[in-house]
């Protein structure tokens, strides 16, 4: 059993507003990344946090930010929120950059 | 051209049977490589890491290929539970993300 966890669930949001998604990483995890899946694909790179910092960035508009805490949580924040903003968002945390990742649960957003 | 190439599928194998999967990825400087399993509406799970001597879990093995750019997974005595999607992934030295190809989707039958 998984033990990243994120919320909420479930989202719906109208176009323009923001959103704020937000993940609990396993305990001793210091690298967290999130994700974008859109139905039918593997997961997109959004950006990858390590030790508080931000240590990589996928091909994602500065609308999209996060922040990383000590205490092994992170937020995903998206700003003025698009149609094509639907879909399944991720969080995955790590030991360190570049290991396997282990998942959450995913938080599912619907931009109407 | 995708970083990360597979074959959507699906596969629709019978229970015990034999099946691969292949994916192939773009960049050179690539030095990490892994099989993610996801099942339907649920989150990825990670399969297995791919290593160059190719490596073995139970009945999944995997094989790394470097030259070709080249990853394989192959599952043996397929199981009705086997049925998801497994999506290759590698990750690139110096930056650090995980670059997941679309998946490749299993249907094992009774």
């Known amino acids: 059993e998984t033990g990243v966890t994120q919320s909420p669930t479930h989202l719906i949001k109208t176009r323009g507003q923001q959103v704020t998604l937000r993940c609990s990483s396993q305990?001793?995890?210091?690298?967290v990344s999130w994700y974008q899946q859109a139905l039918g694909q593997g997961p997109q790179f959004i950006f990858q946090?390590?030790?508080?910092?931000?240590?990589g960035r996928g091909n994602f508009p500065p609308r999209f930010s996060g922040l990383q805490f000590p205490n092994y949580s992170s937020e995903l924040n998206v700003n003025a929120l698009e149609l094509d903003d639907s879909a399944l968002y991720l969080c995955?945390?790590?030991?360190?950059?570049?290991?396997?990742?282990?998942f959450g649960p995913g938080t599912r957003l619907t931009v109407t | 051209r995708k970083e990360v190439e597979q074959d959507p599928g699906p596969f629709n194998v019978p229970e015990g049977a034999t099946v691969a999967f292949n994916c192939t990825y773009s960049n050179s400087a690539s030095q990490s490589f892994f099989w993610y399993r996801q099942d339907c509406r649920k989150e990825p799970k990670l399969l297995m890491s791919v290593y160059s001597s190719g490596n073995e879990d139970g009945r999944f093995t995997a094989q790394l290929n470097r030259a070709s750019q080249y990853i394989s997974l192959l599952i043996r005595d397929s199981k009705l539970s086997d049925s998801a999607t497994y999506l290759c992934?590698?990750?690139?030295?110096?930056?650090?993300?995980?670059?997941f190809g679309s998946g490749t989707r299993l249907l094992v039958r009774p």
């Open positions: 995955a945390s790590s030991f360190s950059p570049g290991q396997g990742e282990d």
């Open positions: 305990s001793g995890h210091n690298t």
């Open positions: 992934v590698v990750n690139i030295r110096s930056s650090y993300k995980l670059i």
């Open positions: 946090y390590y030790r508080e910092e931000e240590n």
